[in-house]
Nanobody, 124 residues
Framework: QVQLVESGGGLVQAGGSLRVSCTASGRTFSFSSNAMAWFRRAPGKEREFVAAINWSGGNKKYADSVKGRFTISRDNALNTVYLQMNSLKPEDTAVYYC???????????????WGQGTQVTVSS
């Protein structure tokens, strides 16, 4: 089982930047062998997919709403996945979570080891 700890959230003005991190641990979890993804949940909304990265970092995908503004990356030596968020908008305000997996629908349907998330608030 994997344990995930997100960090790096905060309050930022519209147009600003923020980088959030997620560190994974677990006795039987091999971070470097797994795709990882970021999701977010805005107040009153369902959790939604943001970005995913494959095990090596060579393949990435993004939600249309963040494409061109957000960049997902990973450091397998540190068991950490990052989300660099630029040109932030008020509608990016949400709690951001990471998860193991590539397919967004499969993760939302089956993943159970969600962390506490990290709050990102973008003021207008």
């Amino acid at each position: 089982q994997v344990q995930l700890v997100e960090s790096g959230g905060g309050l930022v003005q519209a147009g600003g930047s923020l980088r959030v991190s997620c560190t994974a641990s677990g006795r039987t979890f091999s971070f470097s062998s797994n795709a990882m993804a970021w999701f977010r949940r805005a107040p009153g909304k369902e959790r939604e997919f943001v970005a995913a990265i494959n095990w090596s970092g060579g393949n990435k995908k993004y939600a249309d709403s963040v494409k061109g503004r957000f960049t997902i990356s990973r450091d397998n030596a540190l068991n950490t996945v990052y989300l660099q968020m630029n040109s932030l908008k008020p509608e990016d305000t949400a709690v951001y979570y990471c998860a193991q997996g590539w397919d967004a629908q499969a993760v939302l349907r089956s993943f159970r080891s969600w962390g506490q998330g990290t709050q990102v608030t973008v003021s207008s």
